[in-house]
């Protein structure tokens, strides 16, 4: 299939073609990106924007149940639903935690879900772009929710975020009163909070954890993209399929308010603006990596070493000769 073909079945919502697009994007053969790289700039703009939602969750909470229940609710309400993951942990561990097959057995039956594994990429910047790219082959195959999942372990939790409209935060009821550890930064990334498993003896754990999050949220700096009484806290039952519709309710009124007030489209842009500098900036690493630039700076190195030349000198003759063209 050539890339024109590629482009024109994707853009007629062809499953497979949507597949193998993404396996392009996820090779890391010199030929597969230049192909990637000209089909996605052919599909640049086309479709409809999808609403790119990140979920994060430490790995227990329930984000499988989640999606597959929020993603059964929103294909019964005739909506298609992308799922994708971002799974730094996969390569070490040599098999993806996201990538089970047996997770999510109903909506991967669904006709109306496309479910895509994490690959197995050894850094988080490698995954990070083949998600990001994957997100724009699956908006123009005209789905209308993609949700983007992460473990959250490391900083998978900001690259996922750096690529979604929305970003929610799935926690489990806590035992005691402390705020389960959740990192102050990645709290600040959320847009809404929901704490699983507000059902049978777990429910007023859920309630009283929700009830404390909804309190540290009151107390983070106000941000310009949020309406009044965002972000928020929410219980849901993912296995009982409780919540999940008012979830979704809070999501599209948060959307459409964003939508109204331009914040959509400035999150966007500076999204891409973020990307274009993080790809510049991991160009310059990998050309670092390469020769001759390796062997100038292992020789440079050596220098600064024995004291024949200051770091800072070494450094500007580094970037003057080898990054300069
Ligand atoms: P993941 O690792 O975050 O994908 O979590 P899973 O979806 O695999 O769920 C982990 C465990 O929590 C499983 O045993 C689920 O059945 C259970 N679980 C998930 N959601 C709920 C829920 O809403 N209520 C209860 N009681 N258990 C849940």
Not at 197 to 226: E, F, H, I, N, V
Request: hydrophobic share 40%; with cysteine.
């Amino acid at each position: 299939m050539d890339i024109t073909q590629m482009r024109d079945k994707i853009l007629k919502q062809d499953r497979r073609a949507l597949a193998r697009a993404i396996t392009l994007v996820e090779s890391g053969r010199e030929d597969h990106r230049a192909q990637a790289s000209a089909l996605l700039e052919s599909l640049r703009g086309a479709g409809k924007q999808a609403l790119r939602v990140g979920l994060s969750g430490t790995p227990g909470v329930g984000k499988s149940t989640f999606i597959e229940s929020f993603g059964m609710m929103l294909t019964a309400k005739g909506l298609r639903v992308a799922v994708l993951a971002v799974d730094p942990s996969s390569a070490r561990s040599g098999g993806s935690i996201l990538g089970d097959k047996t997770r999510m057995e109903q909506l991967s039956r669904d006709p109306n879900a496309f479910i895509r594994p994490s690959p197995s990429q050894s850094h988080l910047g490698g995954v990070a772009r083949r998600t990001r790219e994957a997100v724009a082959l699956c908006e123009a195959a005209g789905f209308d929710v993609i949700l983007i999942e992460t473990v959250g372990v490391g900083q998978s939790e900001t690259v996922v975020a750096e690529m979604s409209d929305l970003f929610m935060l799935l926690l489990a009821p806590a035992g005691g009163d402390e705020l389960q550890g959740v990192k102050r930064g990645i709290m600040e990334m959320a847009d809404i909070i929901l704490v699983n498993k507000a059902d049978g003896d777990l429910k007023a754990a859920a309630m009283r954890t929700c009830a404390d999050y909804s309190g540290a949220l009151r107390l983070l700096r106000k941000r310009p993209q949020d309406p009044e009484g965002f972000p928020k806290a929410m219980t849901v039952s993912a296995l009982e399929e409780n919540g999940l519709a008012t979830a979704w309710n809070e999501m599209t009124a948060l959307v459409e308010w964003r939508r109204e007030t331009g914040h959509w489209d400035a999150r966007r842009a500076a999204q891409a603006r973020f990307w274009f500098e993080e790809e510049v900036r991991q160009g310059l690493l990998a050309k670092l990596r390469q020769s001759p630039a390796r062997e100038a700076m292992a020789a440079l190195a050596i220098e600064v070493e024995n004291g024949e030349t200051t770091p800072s000198r070494a450094a500007q003759r580094m970037l003057d000769e080898h990054l300069s063209s």
